[in-house]
């Protein structure tokens, strides 16, 4: 993964935990790295350790902090680094979602060696639709799920979230039910 993602769990812990809990992670996941460079590529392994650790040190259930990680790269990580093109991806939640399979394509021009997951919308209706997530690493469907609230934080709307299949439950993609409401609407 890109620095980028390790850089954001570390100020993900560090905003919210202080500095010697970083300090504490980074020790317990044999980091040996000083500071992460945005554009430059990290074993997945490093991360996935970073959220092992942040899980023992934390006392949370490593899906927890993929959850807040995700939440914190919506409302942090990519509103302070990636504005312009969060804003060019939609202006409400159901327009974002729409328009989350092109995302990546325009990520990957910044990041040529990018591995980017794929999103495909089906099903959708006015406050509803399924979004799958395919991807070759395992176990991301919390991170996933906290994209998606922070996203409906992002735009000041309540959602449901449902996992309809799980690629960690035997699927071969990671398949979500999101329904929103308007404001006024009850879900």
């Known amino acids: 993964m890109y620095g980028m993602a390790n850089k954001a769990i570390e100020d993900l812990i560090t905003r919210d935990h202080g500095e010697a809990m970083w300090e504490q992670v980074r020790k317990k996941a044999g980091l040996e790295v000083e500071a992460f460079i945005?554009?430059?590529?990290?074993?997945?392994e490093m991360t996935y350790n970073l959220v092992g650790a942040a899980s023992a040190e934390l006392s949370m259930p490593p899906g927890d902090v993929l959850r807040a990680f995700g939440r914190h790269w919506v409302l942090r990580t990519a509103a302070e680094s990636y504005r312009?093109?969060?804003e060019s991806t939609g202006r409400s939640l159901g327009e974002f979602l729409d328009n989350l399979p092109d995302l990546h394509a325009r990520v990957s021009l910044l990041f040529p060696d990018l591995k980017p997951p794929r999103f495909i919308v089906s099903d959708r209706r006015e406050q509803s639709l399924h979004l799958h997530y395919f991807s070759g690493r395992r176990g991301l469907a919390p991170f996933v799920e906290g994209l998606l609230q922070g996203l409906a934080e992002r735009f000041g709307t309540e959602i449901e979230l449902r996992a309809l299949a799980l690629k960690d439950g035997g699927a071969d993609h990671d398949e979500f039910r999101i329904t929103?409401?308007?404001a006024g609407e009850r879900l």
């Open 84 to 86: 312009d093109l969060m």
């Open 180 to 182: 929103w409401k308007t």
């Open 38 to 44: 945005s554009t430059e590529s990290y074993p997945d």
